[in-house]
């Protein structure tokens, strides 16, 4: 299985290689994106409205393009297709690709207004967006309805890693990607790392694990992207307290100490708080609309920030 995943991050490094070299044509004949992955559980997937969005969001930024990889639980064939398209609302939880149409759903996540402030604040850069996010999903072995572990093996020996490592493949494959029939470049430039509820409600043991796999995940997640030290942005977990004892998660302040000493030790990574105070939909586990704008805006602006000491922009 590990010979296998080291296979496919093989083959994956070569896609990124094939996009900046797809074409004959000068590659400044084409356009340059700036290429971002989102990834973890499900306030990465998205529970925010869309008919509850302000209705200048309704139109797609001319210069922002998404891949949002199916999502599928581990052992099932379909997960990581997709297309790319402009950025819009509708690729939250209940999306669907097949990966020749995309079919949107009523809900966003984070993606939207971290694309939407990246394209506001990125000097007319073209930006990308990669996203694969499964709800419910942990990190360490057997922990959630899916399972990120790299070394986890069930079934097929599909997980949420392998899936995860398929969006990306997929992605890279299409040279261009506005469809102006000119080859586009990708620069790898961040990842956004949204998880870790699965661990902190699953056991003290999954929880004394979730520094060592987030730190091993997204080591993996930037040789994937060929970039060592890649701007990390980590979002920090949350407890609503909407159970009867006031807390959802038992050992959610082992996760929140996990995430928080990988970023402290990590010169390229950054910690988003601003998930303390963000509003949660009655089911206890994922914010609402307002929510998702306040994240995703927050992702963006610690991107920003982040780059200006580690962006790789070459």
Not at 212 to 230: E, F, S, Y
Request: with cysteine; glycine share 10%; aromatic share 10%.
């Amino acid at each position: 299985m590990r010979n296998v995943k080291i296979l496919i991050i093989f083959l994956m490094v070569f896609s990124i290689i094939n996009v900046d070299n797809a074409t004959s044509k000068p590659i400044n004949e084409g356009s340059t994106y700036k290429l971002y992955f989102l990834g973890g559980q499900s306030n990465m997937e998205g529970f925010g409205f869309a008919e509850e969005l302000p209705a200048n969001t309704s139109n797609p930024p001319q210069n922002t393009m998404i891949f949002v990889g199916q999502m599928a639980f581990d052992n099932e064939t379909h997960g990581g297709v997709g297309v790319w398209q402009p950025l819009t609302p509708g690729l939250g939880t209940g999306f669907k690709t097949d990966g020749t149409t995309n079919e949107l759903s009523n809900r966003f996540g984070p993606e939207l207004f971290f694309g939407l402030t990246m394209a506001e604040q990125s000097n007319d850069e073209n930006v990308a967006i990669i996203k694969y996010a499964l709800g419910g999903s942990g990190l360490a072995e057997g922990v959630g309805y899916s399972n990120w572990h790299p070394d986890f093996s069930d079934g097929a020996g599909i997980n949420q890693y392998d899936n995860a490592l398929k969006t990306l493949r997929n992605a890279l494959v299409p040279s261009d990607l506005d469809g102006d029939g000119i080859a586009d470049r990708l620069v790898p430039s961040g990842i956004v790392w949204m998880q870790g509820e699965a661990d902190a409600e699953s056991s003290q043991a999954a929880a004394d694990d979730y520094r060592a796999n987030l730190a091993r995940l997204m080591g993996l997640l930037r040789a994937a992207l060929r970039v060592d030290d890649l701007p990390v942005v980590i979002g920090r977990i949350t407890d609503s307290g909407m159970s009867d004892d006031g807390s959802v998660m038992d050992y959610i302040e082992t996760v929140q100490h996990a995430q928080q000493d990988f970023v402290k030790n990590d010169s390229c990574a950054d910690y988003v708080t601003a998930t303390n105070d963000l509003p949660y939909l009655d089911d206890g586990w994922h914010y609402n609309t307002e929510g998702f704008i306040r994240l995703g805006r927050a992702f963006a602006e610690s991107m920003i920030n982040l780059e200006q000491r580690c962006g790789h922009t070459e």
